[in-house]
């Protein structure tokens, strides 16, 4: 039995990060894909190939990818008031954050909201009820809740925004409406897969990595370790043995 080898660099990589847009003084939304996911009790790496013998017993390889996404709501930094915020945003979520957000929008746009908001000379004040709008449930036990707000600017100018709290009533952001409506436009138009998809050859990846002989091997942490198993051929193109317990690593 071969002994698996080093870790090399490029199996050290976890995630690949796209800051999207800021959203406050302390709040960004950034695009991540994972490199790395846990099956058995083990980290494997986004990237393998299998090597076998084709059709016309010539020798062939396939390169199989499997990588998560999701878009994270974050803080900058942790304040003494608060822990620094982590919502994550997955495919499941996604459409339902995109409402939220055209939820918040029609707070300023829609006529039955034409009162909500009160301009006496340089003032603004808002009047009752005042809307709002959660998203509950989110990974990890984490909360969304959006409200319209007045918010005052860096030139003291008072103005109307929303503000958005990260599953804390201590740690929110304000988002100005301009910001707010070109954030949303910006998602209406995201195709998540696309752009992980995109992300994904900033790495370069040499032939060979993660390279698994089915006529010979089977699965070990990463790298194949030879076997007597012999399953050659095209119809032999699954290792025996199914993967399962596979876990996003998150980080």
Not at 43 to 60: A, I, L, R, V
Request: overall charge neutral; aromatic content about 12%; charged content about 25%.
């Amino acid at each position: 039995m071969i002994m698996p080898e080093p870790i090399t660099e490029i199996e050290k990589l976890s995630r690949i990060s796209d800051e999207i847009m800021q959203l406050g003084s302390n709040c960004t939304t950034k695009f991540n894909v994972s490199l790395k996911k846990m099956i058995n009790d083990q980290p494997y790496f986004f990237y393998n190939e299998f090597e076998y013998n084709g059709k016309y017993k010539e020798p062939s390889v396939s390169v199989k990818k499997n990588f998560d996404y999701y878009i994270s709501i974050e803080n900058y930094k942790r304040q003494d008031a608060y822990d620094k915020a982590f919502i994550r945003i997955g495919v499941r979520e996604f459409p339902l954050f995109k409402r939220a957000l055209n939820t918040c929008i029609a707070w300023f746009t829609d006529k039955k909201f034409a009162k909500l908001f009160i301009k006496v000379g340089k003032n603004i004040s808002m009047s009752s009820p005042i809307p709002h709008h959660t998203m509950d449930n989110l990974p990890m036990d984490k909360w969304l809740r959006f409200e319209p707000v007045v918010h005052e600017n860096y030139e003291g100018a008072q103005e109307p925004a929303v503000r958005m709290y990260l599953s804390s009533e201590l740690n929110y952001t304000d988002i100005t409406v301009d910001t707010l409506i070109g954030f949303t436009d910006m998602l209406s138009n995201m195709n998540m897969f696309q752009i992980a998809e995109s992300m994904i050859p900033k790495i370069t990846i040499p032939l060979g990595t993660h390279r698994i002989r089915l006529d010979q091997t089977e699965y070990s942490y990463n790298r194949p370790v030879t076997t007597s198993l012999d399953i050659g051929g095209v119809s032999g193109r699954q290792p025996s043995g199914k993967k399962k317990g596979i876990d996003d690593l998150g980080t």
